[in-house]
């Protein structure tokens, strides 16, 4: 994996007039017959394919291919840098757009290669009809998930499945209606759980498996029935060059029924095949969630992927004062959207100034601190942070908790606070916690270890399930089954009875916003369900950084203006396609409204 195949995506066929460069490896000066030849070099152009996949581990950086978290209601990221901030202040266009369609692309056309020549490697050198048919799985996943990258940015895409060489003609390229997309994704993850094992020994961990493509598979047929894609009137007028419509025009309920049955599939075959929810010996709410992060390729993990260290993810989320850039700044929208640690929302809604409508049936108060320490919380902390649910305290580092054996001060004369950095501080008064391990000390670059990021796990599937299925049945037995499941795992009393369908999504969109924050939903599920335009659009809130001397200054605990944000609706609901893409292919068109 020393070069990337082909470096300019879908159609870098028409960048190069010489046929022959364009059957080069990605590892070497060797033809395409080389490669299928050779029992090592085929399974390394497999293994390339797996390297073009966004890094969704990395939300901060300006050339990262996933900027979801940053560019969601979940946190703003300090650095200045951070393309997060093009897409949150609308400065983003066809011009300054991130490389993932070429990136995509670029996988894409790696795996219908493989596809196309796979039937040359003869079966000698230990090479079986086991090996081929894992390494057809894996290809079929990773074409599938390469257009799911694509189509949940971009909706209606080019479908890619086949080898395009010069001799074509690419006039004829053009973006396939949004029934098209989801069809070749569920046929290619359908091939894929046919031929892949529903798990893999260690050797093989981060490679593709059953239980990988049926959780995507459910995935994307979520997507297909959420307002997003299903009946949207809103881009009701976008057609193809020759007349198709690219969305549906009207809303199919039995999308959701067929969404909820994938997703029962994948939970069911997923469980059998030795996968459950992860739950720690003692079954500690807060250590159950927090170590579904830091046990890599636990029993819920459906597919992750292998970052070896990743040192800086760990450097971006850990505040100043142990090492850290303090960057990643947890919104207080997502602070309040936590509950009490009876279940319950502590705010109900906000004010036209912002000002939170606190529910008094709870004791939460944004006065006074801490007169004792709770199970989860030390003494002194503000009364924000005190009897919130468990999964609070495993994913955000706020002022006066303990981490590391010392304790965190981001008012603004503290240890991390803003003015010990001129450009790395929280925004917010917050900084992620989630996903970081305790026992790194990055001061002494100790306690490294390999980092992974997971793409699917059951827990997820649990929630898709309970959505899909409140939408075509309402809130029946299941529905309360799959989500109390999440909320018993974490801490919190099972759903009251008697939930009408609204309510049940409702608990079910708040549900996916804790137990999936930052792991790279939130981003999607705001635009599937339509709500980005308020979610994202105007004021975020976070503390008053400029102010607090000491951990009980109650100026620091004043609710800020963090980031003022833009999202123009319907047209942020997807990204624009590259003007350099657009200028090699005739007749493919730009996103609606961009």
């Not at 300054?96 to 796979?118: G, V």
């Not at 939460?364 to 320490?373: L, M, V």
């Not at 981490?403 to 803003?418: E, F, H, L, P, V």
């Amino acid at each position: 994996m020393k070069a990337r195949l082909f470096v300019s995506g879908l159609l870098i066929l028409m960048l190069s007039s010489c046929s022959k460069y364009l059957d080069k490896t990605p590892d070497e000066d060797l033809t395409l017959k080389d490669v299928f030849s050779n029992r090592l070099h085929t399974e390394a152009f497999l293994s390339s394919m797996y390297a073009g996949q966004a890094w969704d581990i990395n939300p901060v950086d300006p050339g990262s291919r996933a900027p979801w978290t940053g560019s969601s209601d979940e946190m703003e990221i300090t650095f200045p840098g951070s393309y997060t901030h093009t897409i949150t202040n609308g400065g983003w266009n066809s011009q300054n757009i991130l490389d993932n369609w070429q990136f995509a692309y670029q996988t894409i056309r790696k795996t219908n290669i493989f596809l196309e020549n796979i039937d040359n490697l003869p079966f000698q050198d230990g090479y079986t009809q086991e090996n081929k048919n894992s390494w057809l799985g894996e290809t079929y996943f990773l074409r599938a998930y390469d257009h799911f990258a694509l189509f949940k940015i971009y909706g209606p895409i080019p479908i890619m499945d086949k080898v395009w060489n010069t001799s074509e003609d690419f006039k004829v390229i053009k973006r396939s209606p949004v029934d098209a997309v989801v069809d070749i994704i569920v046929k290619d993850c359908d091939r894929a759980a046919e031929l892949l094992p529903i798990s893999v020994s260690s050797d093989k961990l981060g490679r593709a498996t059953k239980a990988a493509a049926l959780a995507l598979k459910a995935r994307v047929l979520l997507y297909a029935a959420s307002p997003l894609f299903n009946g949207n009137n809103d881009f009701k007028a976008f057609k193809d060059p020759d007349g198709v419509d690219l969305f549906a025009q009207n809303y199919d309920a039995n999308k959701w029924k067929i969404a909820a049955n994938a997703a029962k599939a994948c939970i069911d075959q997923a469980e059998a095949g030795g996968y459950g929810l992860y739950t720690v010996a003692n079954n500690d709410p807060l250590e159950n969630y927090r170590n579904i992060f830091l046990q890599n390729h636990n029993k819920e993990v459906l597919w992750a992927t292998n970052y070896q260290a990743f040192q800086h993810l760990e450097r971006c989320s850990n505040p100043l004062g142990y090492g850290g850039y303090s960057i990643m700044s947890i919104s207080q929208q997502l602070v309040d959207a936590y509950r009490d640690d009876q279940g319950r929302p502590v705010i109900t809604g906000y004010g036209a100034n912002g000002a939170p409508v606190i529910n008094t049936e709870t004791s939460y108060t944004e006065t006074g601190f801490a007169a004792a320490a709770g199970k989860y919380w030390p003494s002194g902390v503000s009364n924000m942070y005190v009897k919130r649910e468990p999964r609070f305290y495993a994913s955000v580092h706020y002022s006066g908790s303990s981490w590391k054996n010392s304790t965190i001060q981001m008012w603004y004369s503290g240890k991390d606070g803003a003015s010990r950095n001129a450009s790395d501080f929280s925004k917010t008064g917050y900084v992620l916690k989630k996903f970081s391990n305790p026992l790194i000390n990055i001061q002494t670059n100790t306690g490294w270890e390999l980092k992974t990021f997971i793409y699917f796990r059951l827990g997820e599937q649990y929630l898709n399930y309970a959505e899909a299925l409140n939408e075509s049945d309402g809130p029946i037995a299941d529905v309360h089954r799959y989500v109390n499941a999440i909320r018993t795992r974490s801490g919190l009393p099972e759903l009251p009875a008697g939930l009408s369908k609204e309510e049940m999504r409702n608990q079910i969109w708040n549900e996916r916003r804790i137990e999936l924050a930052f792991e790279g939903h939130r981003y999607f599920d705001t635009r599937r369900w339509k709500i980005a335009s308020t979610t994202n659009n105007g004021n975020m809130y976070g503390l008053n950084i400029t102010a607090g001397t000491s951990a009980t200054d109650a100026s620091f605990y004043q609710r800020t203006v963090a980031d003022k944000r833009i999202f123009l609706a319907p047209r942020d609901y997807f990204w624009p396609v590259p003007q350099s893409e657009l200028d090699k292919v005739p007749n493919m068109q730009q996103s609606m409204y961009w």
